[in-house]
């Protein structure tokens, strides 16, 4: 939790929102999808994401369209400036995580850290699990 609140601080003040980013992250690692279906991988709620998509509509981030396969669904997706921003955030964040493991970690440390690093992105994207 420490170093995901020193890696907020490193965010510039005036950039998409924390949960803005995290939508434009999963609609750029998954593709287009319908605003249901973003819902459930953003484990949010339909009202919470609606105002979400109003907003990164509005910034000119995320774009709806009509499906090829099936003309009646709208499927989300984000546009070259909401690729950008992701882009950015990222480059600035990876910038500040490099520069900080090379001067605080040692190579052993490091090779260590990117080892367990795969194993905590598993960890991210599987699907509930019920005891």
Known sequence: MALGRRLRAARPAAG?????????GT???RG?????????????????????????ERDGLIERHRSDADRRALLI???PAGRAALAEEIR???AW?????????????????AMAAEGMM??????????
């Open 97 to 113: 995580l490099d520069r900080a493991m090379h001067s605080a970690l040692s190579a052993e440390e490091r090779r260590t850290l």
């Open 32 to 56: 287009p999808m319908p605003a249901a279906q973003l819902a459930q991988a953003e484990r949010l709620q339909p009202q919470s994401l609606t105002r979400l998509i109003a907003a990164l």
């Open 77 to 79: 997706a984000p546009t």
């Open 122 to 131: 598993k960890l991210a994207q599987a699907e509930d699990v019920q005891p």
């Open 16 to 24: 998409v929102n924390l949960s803005g980013l995290s939508l434009l």
């Open 27 to 29: 609609l750029a690692r």
């Open 92 to 94: 600035i964040r990876q």
